[in-house]
Structures are given as C-alpha cells and as structure tokens.
C-alpha cells in the first residue's frame, strides 16, 4: 500500500512538472497576442522563443510515466496539438505573401517561371500580397508541384490562415509518422517530442508558416516506405519530395546505393508529370535556383567562414563547400548502411555546408534527431533564436539583417558541442559503423554487498519478466548478512569474487553465456517488459551497442524527480549512463573495446564510453525503479561529490592513470561520513 501511494505520488509529480511546461509554451504563445508583439516585435520573438524552449525541454523530460502506449501516443498528440494552437497568432513569413501570390497566378493560368514578381507582365495581378512579398525582382525558385500546391490552397482561400491550417495539419501527420518510426525501432513514442514541441517547429510552421513542412512529409513517407522494404514507393516519394523543395535530390545517390535502383525509374513520374503543366517556361525556375542558391551567402556555419577567408568570392567558396559535401556523401553511403540514418546524415552536412541557412532549414533535420537524440541539436534549437535578432533592423526601418554577433551566438556552441560528439567517429578512424547480430539471449548481473534487505524484492521482478531472463547471476563482494543465502533460496546463480562493483560485476560478464547483459543494482526492481524492449530495440537497431533502461525512484520529490530528468537528459543526450540506469550491452561489443571494465568504481561510467566507441547508445526511457537511500544522505553534498568523482576520472582517463581504486576510498569514506552526520543530526 505504502510503494503504491509512494507511486502514485511520483506519477502525480511528473504530471504535475509537465503541465507546468505546457503552461510555459502557452505562455510563449500567448505572447503574440499582446500589444507588445506590435510595438516590440523582436524581444517579443524572442523571450517567447525562449520560453517556449524551456517548456519543450521541461515537457520531454517530465512526460508522465506509467500510461500505455496509445495513452502515450494520445497525450503527445494532444499537447503537439495544444502547442500549435497556441503559436497561430504569431504573424507569417512574407514567404507566405508570395506563396499566395504565385498561386493566384498559376490559379489564372499564367507561369510564375516567366518573369520576376515585379515584371509588367504580372501587373494586373498585383494586390496587398504582393507588396508584401520579398525578391519580387527575382525568379521564383519553388518547384512545379509546390506552385501547384500553392494554387490548390489560394483556390480554397486566398489568405495566410489557409496555409497555417494546412501546414499544422500536415506538421500533426509529421508527429504520427515520427512516432510510427519510433515503435518500428523498438523505442518509447516520448522521443517525438523533440519536434513535436521543438520551438524550431512551433515558430517555422505554426507560427510563420513556411512550406517545408510539405518537404518534411514526404521525406518522411519515402523513408518510411525504405523501412518496409517498399522501394518503389520510396522512389515515388522521395520524386515528390524533390518537386516540393529540390534540396531532397542529395538522397538521391543514398537510394541509388541502398533502395534497389532498378525502381529508380518512378522517381520520374512525380518530377515529370507536375512540370509538363509548365514545360515553356520551366527553364525559369532553374535560373531562379541559382540566383537564390548559387550567388548569395548567407548566415551558412561553413561556407560563411571560407567566404570570409575568400574576400567575399562566393563563387571559390560554393566550389569548395560542393567539394566537402560530395566527399561527405561518398563516406556517409560507404559507412551507413542504415538508410534512415544515412539521410540524417546527408541532410545535416547539406544544411551545414549550405551558403544560405534560414532558421527553418535546421527544421530539415529535427525530425531526425527524434530517432538520433544528440545534445548539439538541442543547443542549436535554442541557440536559433538569435536568429530573430534580424527583426531589430526592420523595426528600425532598415533592411533586414542578421548581425555578426547573433549568428557566431547561433552557431559556435553547437559546434563545439558537435565536435565533442563526432569524436567517436574520429576513435574509429572514419571506419564503417558496425552491425551486431540480432540477439537470442539476456543475462541479467547484479553486484551485492549486504543487501539482504533488497535482494529479494529485486530478483522477484526479475523472475516476473514477461521475458524471462537466460541467466541471473548475483555477483557478491563479501557480504556477512543473508544476501547469499536468501540468492541461493531463490534459486539464481551466486559469484563471490573480491569487492569492487566493476570487479563483482565483471566476473558475472565473463561467466555469462548470452549474447546482452542487464546490469542492475540490488536496490532496484525492474517493470516487467524490460527485457523484452531490450532485446526489441537491439533486433531492429544494429547499429546499438548498448544503452541505458532508464530510472525512476521509487519515492518522490521535487529534488529526486530533478535528478530523474537530468539522467534521463544526460543518457540521452550524451550517451552518458550511471549504473542504478539499467545499463544494458551487447556483450561482443563491449569485448571488441577490452571487455568489461573491471574497475572498482566508475566502471559504469568507462562502461559508457566503450559503448560510445563501439556503437550508438540509446535511453528506453525508464522502467528501472530503485531507492532513494542514497540521496537521503546529504542532497547537496552527494552531488557535488558526483561529480567531482566523474570529473576527476574522466581527467585522469585522458591522461592515462587509472586512479579508481582512490576514488572507491574516497567515495565510501564520504559515504560513512554522510551516514554519521545524518546519524548526530537525527539525535
């Protein structure tokens, strides 16, 4: 009775946490209907892009526990829907104006690839969308089926509201296709959040509207469609993709590589048919791609600097940033063989090698990060409301502009942060990425010292798995009370070897016989689908080596449900898990980096870093419920000495010193410390 309301409380908090964060992007939202969205319209932007941001995060690491899966996918749903209601009053792109305009015009009968917006040729079809249009004395560079769109949409309503109708209803399709893309790769729905919230998304499609939402979708089907091995209709839509916005002709080459190129073929059916309605003038709209993408520059991460160190030779610099991107095809399509991952890649380095990055051209790859969660992406969604910062010029009655100053704010953090990331690419020497087998079999290993007033509990939910175990083995360090006794009784296999969690928990390792190994702490219980959703997300992700179930205490605080979201974010994010996580490997994986660290402590967090090296890591996001004992001895002071032990290692690691056995004397000298402290406070 006590563990259920203690339960029910936690449950009960993170919902609570939620809502909160909810509140915070209807805040954001909420903003746009002020009258300082009018007066001040760029710290508006910007202070409820930010907020919004917060929320976001708040709402993806809070998002309730024990709801089923159409529950899950109901709620997220329902709060990406509730998002997108609330940032509709943020005003439209003037892309939007010129959308509307060029539809009316193909609506008439009349090509818009014939002359720029502002020839005399269209001047009986110019209105107040038209003055608001911008590049009015440039061709347009939208691809026939997008005009085409464009008309169909202007025929219903000739107004911005149809477009912001449309493209949320298509940004919801997004969230469910994202989610089925999830469930297909053994993972929890909560990851879509991360575009279903993203502020990125919010402001570019709800808010200001722009169409790559149209791009995002179809891109999206044919992968969708790569992934049941339906090839020709992933060739059919990814021909649609490229007649919405032509950047999705860089997976093309993917395609040819990995999806059957003998259905290449459909990719013309799409790109011809839209294009026979304007074969006189299509010439036209591959003038306007060039004048849009291959004579400016700007805000781009890469190409921006080389143009710098160029004198401002966009030509010399383009050359150079098309040179990059072609050898970062050649090595995405030798070394991924996971085509999902592969576009992922491919559109990420077309994004950052491009001269011109508007802040919904980041919006590409955001779906991505859904199924490949990673920090600088995250740092990149916040760091874009700089970005906005170009509102102040026209507020002014200048012209529109980015300042130096907000786009090194935009884009140096993330790429400090990426290149943290791509050094286990670097460790690998650019080699391909492996592929492990499928696994058969699961060893669950549980290190003990004295813990006959835990054991029992722990290795019942382990014996309950609706999956059960191949091998439980109790690792034990010493213990002098019952815990080997009360192991032996219920029937599992019992190690002694000599104390030390890594060294206990290695011996387990090399005894197993099963192809993954389960690590769990003595004072944790497990859900009772754990070891099927291991097993499940190895299965269908090969390229995972490993990762972390995910933690929940089983009382519940504010502070205590902090630092539930703070592993959850750095498991996630970083691929950084701590042992009382869950943590989970394939043992061949981890035997190709050295085995299984047998450190006397920190081995969970060397046990991260080979499985880094070895593969992707992934967060099941919880199902792991252990006690709070520990935090119980000095909040505060236990995660200061947290981290002043990883910090230490992670330093000494660098430099080669194995200094564990210190850190073991220091930990458990600080704990005995805690514990007395505790003990004379408490008289």
Request: with cysteine; aromatic share 12%.
């Amino acid at each position: 009775m006590v563990v259920t309301l203690a339960s029910a409380y936690r449950h009960h908090a993170r919902l609570s946490f939620f809502l909160f964060s909810l509140i915070l992007i209807f805040v954001a939202g909420v903003l746009h209907w002020t009258p300082w969205a009018a007066s001040c319209k760029a710290i508006t932007i910007i202070v409820s892009y930010g907020t919004a941001f917060f929320g976001f995060i708040g709402a993806w690491l809070s998002f309730p526990d024990g709801l089923s899966t159409s529950r899950k996918i109901g709620l997220i749903l329902l709060a990406a829907l509730f998002a997108r209601i609330m940032m509709i009053g943020m005003p439209v792109s003037d892309d939007v104006y010129r959308y509307l305009w060029e539809g009316k015009l193909v609506a008439a009968g009349e090509s818009p690839y014939r002359y720029p917006a502002d020839h005399e040729y269209y001047a009986e079809y110019r209105d107040a969308y038209w003055e608001g249009m911008n590049h009015k004395n440039k061709l347009t560079a939208y691809p026939p089926l997008a005009e085409l769109v464009f008309a169909a949409v202007s025929s219903v309503a000739y107004s911005p509201w149809a477009f912001k109708i449309l493209f949320i209803f298509v940004d919801l399709c997004i969230v469910g296709i994202l989610i089925a893309l999830l469930r297909a790769h053994g993972m929890d729905p909560r990851n879509a959040l991360l575009y279903a919230l993203n502020p990125l998304t919010l402001f570019a499609i709800a808010g200001e509207a722009h169409f790559d939402v149209l791009l995002i979708l179809t891109m999206l089907l044919s992968l969708l469609w790569v992934e049941k091995r339906a090839f020709a209709w992933a060739w059919f839509w990814l021909g649609v993709a490229i007649q919405i916005k032509i950047i999705a002709v860089v997976l093309a080459p993917l395609y040819l590589w990995r999806c059957q190129w003998r259905h290449g073929w459909l990719l013309l059916i799409p790109l011809v048919v839209p294009s026979l309605y304007f074969l006189e003038t299509l010439p036209g709209m591959f003038q306007g791609l060039w004048i849009f993408g291959g004579t400016n520059a700007f805000n781009g991460p890469i190409h921006g600097p080389i143009n710098y160190l160029l004198d401002g030779k966009i030509a010399w610099s383009t050359a150079i940033v098309f040179g990059l991107f072609s050898l970062a095809i050649l090595w995405i399509i030798r070394s991924v063989s996971i085509p999902v991952k592969a576009a992922y890649l491919l559109i990420a380095a077309l994004v950052l090698l491009s001269p011109v990055v508007h802040y919904w051209y980041i919006l590409w790859i955001i779906p991505f990060v859904v199924l490949y969660p990673g920090l600088s992406w995250l740092v990149l969604s916040f760091a874009s409301g700089a970005y906005f910062t170009s509102t102040f010029s026209a507020e002014q009655g200048g012209d529109w502009s980015l300042p130096v100053w907000a786009m090194w704010v935009m884009w140096l953090p993330f790429l400090l942060v990426l290149a943290y990331e791509l050094r286990m690419i670097l460790l690998r020497r650019l080699q391909p990425e492996p592929n492990w087998i499928k696994p058969k079999t699961l060893a669950v290993i549980i290190p003990t010292l004295n813990e006959d007033g835990q054991i029992k509990t722990c290795l019942e939910a382990l014996q309950s798995l609706q999956r059960p175990a191949d091998e439980i083995f109790v690792c034990d360090g010493g213990s002098t009370d019952q815990t080997v006794a009360i192991a032996k009784e219920m029937g599992v296999c019992v190690m002694c070897s000599e104390s030390g969690r890594g060294t206990q928990i290695k011996a387990g390792v090399e005894a197993a016989r099963s192809e993954v190994v389960l690590v769990m702490h003595a004072d944790c219980i497990c859900d009772n689908d754990v070891s099927q959703r291991i097993i499940n997300v190895l299965e269908q992700n090969p390229d995972v080596a490993g990762g972390a179930v995910g933690q929940r205490f089983k009382t519940a605080s504010l502070q205590l449900l902090v630092i539930e979201m703070l592993n959850d974010a750095r498991a996630a994010l970083g691929g950084a898990s701590f042992g009382d996580q869950g943590q989970f490997f394939r043992v061949a994986a981890i035997q190709k980096m050295g085995g299984f660290p047998g450190y006397p402590l920190m081995e969970d967090v060397e046990l991260s870093l080979r499985m880094m090296r070895a593969g992707r890591v992934v967060l099941l996001n919880g199902g792991i419920h252990n006690s709070a004992r520990q935090w119980r001895q000095g909040f505060t002071r236990r995660i200061i000495l947290i981290l002043k032990l990883v910090i230490v290692f992670r330093i000494n690691r660098l430099l080669r010193r194995d200094v564990t056995k210190k850190l073991y004397e220091i930990y458990y000298s600080s704990r005995k410390q805690m514990n007395c402290r505790d003990t004379i406070a408490s008289k």
